[in-house]
């Protein structure tokens, strides 16, 4: 049974920090690519930041410069650290794992950015 359980999302004001997190259960997890997608209140889902087992990362130009994430292979956890946050990156934000022809999706934290 592959699980991935997202945490830390919460109210924040613009400007401020929230760091995401997700374990992984089920799936060697160094083997697989690890992403950040969000989808916002009307809008479709995005890609916001990837990053590869070995660690090369790719982010949306929306959230370079004030996002990063980052990966322990050690305790199968992917993180996504957002800074300098503003009301249009309130969503609901999700982990997804891929690798080995498979795609797996956690159930989402969600994010508010408001005064």
């Known amino acids: 049974q592959v699980q991935l359980v997202e945490s830390g999302g919460g109210l924040v004001q613009p400007g401020g920090s929230l760091r995401l997190s997700c374990a992984a259960n089920g799936i060697i997890f160094g083997l697989y690519k690890m992403s950040w997608y969000r989808q916002g209140p009307g809008k479709q889902r995005e890609l916001v930041a990837a990053i590869a087992g070995g660690g090369s990362t790719n982010y949306a130009d929306s959230v370079k410069g004030r996002f990063t994430i980052s990966r322990d292979n050690a305790k199968d956890t992917v993180y996504l650290q957002m800074n300098s946050l503003k009301p249009e990156d309130t969503a609901v934000y999700y982990c997804?794992?891929?690798?080995?022809?498979?795609?797996?999706w956690g159930q989402g934290t969600q994010v508010t950015v408001s005064s």
């Open positions: 997804a794992a891929g690798g080995l022809g498979r795609e797996f």
